[in-house]
T-cell receptor, first 113, second 113 residues
Framework: DQQVKQNSPSLSVQEGRISILNCDYT??????FLWYKKYPAEGPTFLIS?????DKNEDGRFTVFLNKSAKHLSLHIVPSQPGDSAVYFC????????????FGTGTRLTVIP | ETGVTQTPRHLVMGMTNKKSLKCEQH?????MYWYKQSAKKPLELMFV???????ENNSVPSRFSPECPNSSHLFLHLHTLQPEDSALYLC????????????FGPGTRLTVT
């Protein structure tokens, strides 16, 4: 059973507007969450992360929000740029355990110029 | 050469063939990983190596055989594969085993005919 879920396979956003990508998880042992970005013909690249002791982490145009009670996290990109068009993967790990990463299926973001 | 490299980038093989995938990291990391990505599925962790020792085998069939001769190189030996093994195979590395931020190679697109 999938422990990390991204229920939206795709998202289209106008350039300059906000992109919100969502991720849900089921394992309450997860305490570290990451977002990866993947362009075609390339491997995923690390984007931003958040520890469970925080509920928000910001890095430039990218902000990740964590709602532990809902087992939900989201990635906000604002303002969205055409170069942000890619597949975004949510991942989670349990640092107290083997600490391996569990990935979602990804959301394809298209930013329309 | 920097980062994580993988060869070949594309591979077509018959079910009776034997082939190997190669991964090399130039980041000074101590842990390396093999992932499988099938269409519409999340990345599936296959194997983890820490300091050349295999620490995780995620119930992978024996037709996939990993080899880690040193911390910089990782191989995946393939033999008598099935068509359902066709997928993108991604290699990753991290500073330590089960570490948070993994750096991915571009992947090998494998097609089994």
């Amino acid at each position: 059973d999938q422990q990390v879920k991204q229920n939206s396979p795709s998202l289209s956003v106008q350039e300059g507007r906000i992109s919100i990508l969502n991720c849900d998880y089921t394992n309450s042992m997860f305490d570290y969450f990451l977002w990866y970005k993947k362009y075609p013909a390339e491997g995923p690249t690390f984007l931003i992360s958040i520890s469970s002791i925080k509920d928000k982490n910001e890095d430039g145009r990218f902000t990740v929000f964590l709602n532990k009670s809902a087992k939900h996290l989201s990635l906000h990109i604002v303002p969205s740029q055409p170069g942000d068009s890619a597949v975004y993967f949510c991942a989670a790990s349990a640092r107290t355990g083997a600490n391996n990463l569990f990935f979602g299926t990804g959301t394809r973001l298209t930013v329309i110029p | 050469e920097t980062g994580v490299t993988q060869t070949p980038r594309h591979l077509v093989m018959g079910m009776t063939n034997k082939k190997s995938l190669k991964c090399e990291q130039h980041l000074g990391h101590n842990a390396m990983y093999w992932y499988k990505q099938s269409a519409k599925k999340p990345l599936e962790l296959m194997f983890v190596y820490n300091f050349k020792e295999q620490t995780e085998n995620n119930s992978v069939p024996s037709r996939f055989s990993p080899e880690c001769p040193n911390s910089s190189h990782l191989f995946l030996h393939l033999h008598t594969l099935q068509p359902e093994d066709s997928a993108l195979y991604l290699c990753a590395s991290s500073l330590a085993g089960g570490s948070d931020e993994q750096y991915f190679g571009p992947g090998t697109r494998l097609t089994v005919t």
